[in-house]
């Protein structure tokens, strides 16, 4: 073995030393209080609270350090290769190779041991892939009232805790963006978002879904897909998108967000196929103006209030029972649809990598329980009839119509 003592040392300080540089991109950086460092999309920079302990490997209880779980794994490795087949180079800087002394079979031991080790540590292993936690986390999308979206998303939480034997905490993040980069960086456990959202959630997490809304239409038709419309002020002078198209350098257009998949790329995707713009123009360069509202009831309010003559928005905003929700009676009495563009997703229910099959079958089961015996529930946090095991094809013209209007979905989703 030689002169073990040094090589050991040499090793260490080798590893120390070089390991940050090589680090590969799915290697998360987990600081000491359980938030990801700056470098993955983290829970705090998205506006969601911390999980001590749950993406750390040394949490504050343990008075660790910070701790690059990726790099444990090599430096653990490299230090057992190093041991047996490099050493100092004595002619100039660097590392030298040299045969090994050690048996196959006592090296073959080594290598397992250190992937046992790397195994066994909590915490180690890519973001948004770990197991299944302690707390369940429910994200729920923000829509008109976060604060009304809160209270009920909190029954929700309490009905699943009390169904599924473990402690549920709901949170409504800040931004659409928010719930992907929690799935990413495996603060969030599900999440209820729309169809964009998700697109990246899967693109970026591996995310899936499990669930989606059925929703009532006006015509009392149960549906999982659903209309955006244009919406105009009742006395607006235009008739149809015809005149939308031949009119659009005089209005000024509102629409509801980048990521809103009903207030921006369905009714972006109709003005392409109207031939009013190309696919990838900026919307500005054919109107008057254009502007992201900021959510539905922002668009609406823009038009009642003169600041805008056409939003996009979901039909549910202006017509059926939630309606009121948006916007009072008496404003909904002064705008009406001008056209619309059917076949947006519902909004669905999508859980992280790493959930087992089996938690993941109890979250369905108990969320299609909560449908059944308190529809009252799902109304409340975004006005769904019930829920319906889906599959990825509920999201296919989703992510068609992004592919059709050449939007990138990371810069949607921000």
Sequence with gaps: MGNLPFRVAWCVLWNSLGSVSVAAPWMGRFCADGVPEPNILSGREAGLPRRPGHDCLDSPARGGPAVDSGLLLRMVINIILSMFFLHPSRHGPGLAVRRS???????????????????GLPGCGPAGERGDPEV???????????????EAAG????FLSEHLGMRVRHEVPSSYAASVQGMVSGQVDVAYVSAVPYLLARQDAGARVILAEVRTDAQGVERTDYDSVFVVRRESELGSVADLVEQA????????SSTSTSGHIFPYRRLVQEGLIEAGDDPKQHFRSAVFA???????????????????????????????????????QRLRVLDRNPGVPTHLICVRRGLSDALVERITEALIQLAEHHPELLAEVYGATRLQEVDESHVDAAAE??????????????
Excluded: K, W
């Design 155 to 158: 029954r929700v939480a309490e």
């Design 136 to 150: 369940l986390v429910f994200a729920f999308q923000r829509q008109a009232d976060p604060a009304q979206i809160s």
């Design 401 to 414: 119509a992004v592919r059709f209007t050449q939007m990138e979905l990371g810069g949607l989703v921000r």
């Design 101 to 119: 002394s050690i048996h196959p079979r006592a090296l073959c031991c080594l290598l397992t041991l250190a992937a046992m080790l790397f195994l």
């Design 294 to 332: 900021g959510g539905y009831s922002q668009a609406l309010q823009q038009v009642l209030h003169d600041q805008a003559d056409v939003a996009a928005v979901s039909f549910y905003t202006v017509e059926g029972p939630t309606r009121n929700v948006y916007l009072p009676e008496e404003d909904q």
């Design 249 to 256: 350098g005089e209005l000024r257009m509102a629409f509801t």
